[in-house]
């Protein structure tokens, strides 16, 4: 076991101010942004990152031969991605990104939980809220001595298209959509080519940037159960939560756990598969 037992699945920037510099505590940038953001993630990291931080681009913890963007490594790869960053399953590990919003450090704390390592939190607030509260940046790249890291999936949290296809017909589970309202009503265009618009049948939209604050950090618990409650969510039932390439689906499954909400897995292909698929139906407009 850790000699560092993460408190939550949310740590505040107080908190790993504290702990920062513990041989156990790996403190990750997963920030990854979407092509028409403008972004450089990679050299935003080199400007200014968390002391001791590691990188790692979502792209690089995705499968590169699959059809569609940010699919699930394999158990060895994932596995020897970590290992090669120096991150051990005795270690404890804080992600954030830069987005200000939880847009792509909720897809790695969601990787390592699928894959067996339970003790991951996000940084609330990412590097932006870590700023303005004043605490230390570092252009210094860290030593890293790689390591062995064991993954195991846990199928359970993943969902295919075939899985997805299904449920349409049994709504066995609920579909929550992570994309904007303009998205999943078919309003706006998607920013991929020869992608429909619209939703997957039966579907709810919670967008993932209202489950934060203004300054990144997540809301509070009432405020979340008061966001799912409107959308027509049923806690008490399993959910799949899907997105356009299943990163910012994994935001909103952070929130729903600050709830106590677990019983939800991810359709991986989300929009991307579903939309660039010429048989499979859509919806478009709001949620019923």
């Known amino acids: 076991m850790s000699s560092l037992t993460l408190p939550a699945s949310i740590v505040s920037t107080n908190w790993l101010s504290q702990y920062l510099g513990q041989a156990s505590l790996k403190v990750v940038d997963a920030s990854t942004y ?7 993630a990679k050299a935003e990291y080199l400007a200014a990152h968390v002391p001791g931080a590691l990188f790692a681009d979502i792209g690089w913890l995705s499968e590169a031969a699959a059809p569609y963007p940010h699919t699930l490594l394999s158990e060895r790869d994932f596995a020897d991605r970590m290992g090669s960053l120096g991150i051990s399953n005795d270690d404890a590990v804080v992600v954030y990104d830069g987005s200000g919003q939880n847009f792509s450090a909720p ?18 607030g990412g590097i932006r809220k870590w700023m303005a509260d004043g605490y230390a940046v570092d252009t210094e790249l860290p030593a890293i001595t790689p390591t062995n890291f064991s993954a195991k999936l846990d199928a359970s949290r993943l969902r295919n298209m075939a899985d997805v296809r299904a449920n349409v017909g049994s709504h066995a ?21 020869g992608v429909r618009g619209g939703h997957i049948p039966g579907s709810v939209n919670i967008h993932y940037a209202s489950v934060v604050n203004e300054d990144g950090t997540l809301r509070s618990p009432n ?25 910012t689906a994994c935001a909103v499954v952070l929130a729903l756990d600050s709830i106590g909400v677990n019983d939800v897995a991810v359709f991986d292909g989300s929009w991307t598969e579903w939309g660039s698929s010429t048989d499979t139906p859509i919806e478009t407009g709001a949620a019923h």
């Open 223 to 247: 405020e979340i159960r008061a966001i799912v409650a409107n959308a027509g969510l049923d806690t008490t039932r399993p959910i799949v939560a899907s997105c356009g390439t299943g990163i």
């Open 107 to 124: 897809r790695l704390w969601w990787m390592l939980r699928v894959f067996g390592h339970r003790n991951v939190a996000v940084l609330d």
């Open 173 to 193: 589970e609920q579909t929550l959509d992570a994309r904007s309202a303009g998205r999943f009503q078919g309003t706006e265009p998607e920013p991929r080519p």
């Open 34 to 40: 979407l092509p028409n953001a403008g972004r450089d």
